[in-house]
Structures are given as C-alpha cells and as structure tokens.
C-alpha cells in the first residue's frame, strides 16, 4: 500500500498526547529533584538546638566552623580535580586533531580596502585624518645639467679617450 499522509486532527491528537506525557515526566523529574534535595539536607544538615548557655553556644560556633572549613577543602579539592581533568580533555582533544590531519585553513576572501578604510577598521573612531600617501611623499626636484659647448666634438672625444681622459672626467665631476 502506498504510505497515505496523516490526517491534520490526527497529527494535533498525537501531538498534544506527547506533550501531555512529556509534561508529566517534567513534573515527576522536578519533584524527584526537590525530593533528593530534601533528603541531602536531612542527612547533612541536622536540625540546631539552640543552647542555651554561652558554653554551650561557643561550642557549636566551633563545630560549625569545622565543618565549613571540611567543606571548604573539599570544594577546593573538586575545583583542582576539574581543572586538571579539563587539562586533559584539552590535551586529548589536540592529540585527537593532530592524528587526524592538518588543519584546513579555511579560505579567505580578498577584500580591496583602501588606507582610510583599513585604518578606520583598526582604530575605530579614533582614525580622523585621512591617509594621502601621495602627499607625504618627498618631493625631488631634477637637476638639469647644463653641457659645455665645445666647438669641435673631436677634440672632446680625443680629450676622453686614454687614461689621462679618465682621469679628467673623474677630476671634473669630483
């Protein structure tokens, strides 16, 4: 037979009923916690008599005091047993990912951010001046040389040629 959808009455029905049943399981859960918890009380909470004589009351203040520092080294002692146990699970956890394999660095995406805005997103509300890099650039003037006329361009080649002509262009520049 081919699957027939369920009726929408029918789905509300079964709906409401798991609800029901699931509220009733809230409530047995919650009133097992109050009921533990009364209990724990019971067992570790004696009623106080109060005394009646200053003695009497100096006593119990001692006793108390007792009992709240077993229950203080006991509190520290299950802090240092979680700390170290979390150590450990951190420890496997990085055992467990290096066995796996490398880690895949996810892929990023190239973002085109002018100066302004990278700064801006760097500082935040502090950025104020805007970053021409172009206007703090130095600037430089280029020197024109000015060149000797010398009438016959032969008697300038002959001059440099040889090292005597060397050492003239060395001398005249230095």
């Not at 600037?139 to 005597?164: L, P, S, T, Y």
Request: hydrophobic content about 30%.
């Amino acid at each position: 037979m081919s699957e027939r959808k369920m009726t929408s009455s029918r789905r509300h029905y079964l709906k409401s009923m798991m609800l029901q049943v699931g509220q009733r399981l809230l409530e047995a859960e919650i009133q097992q916690a109050e009921e533990e918890k009364q209990r724990y009380l019971e067992e570790n909470c004696p009623s106080i008599d109060f005394p009646s004589s200053m003695h009497e009351l100096q006593d119990l203040c001692k006793k108390i005091h007792q009992q709240i520092d077993s229950v203080d080294e006991q509190r520290y002692d299950m802090e240092s047993k979680v700390d170290k146990v979390d150590k450990e699970i951190e420890d496997l956890r990085l055992k467990v990912q290096d066995l796996k394999g490398k880690f895949k660095k996810p892929a990023l995406k190239k973002v085109r951010m002018s100066a302004d805005a990278m700064l801006q997103a760097l500082l935040g509300n502090k950025h104020k001046v805007s970053m021409d890099l172009r206007a703090n650039l130095k600037q430089v003037k280029k020197e024109v040389k000015e060149e000797e006329n010398v009438g016959d361009w032969r008697k300038n080649i002959e001059d440099k040629a040889g090292m005597d002509g060397r050492k003239k262009m060395f001398e005249s520049e230095a």
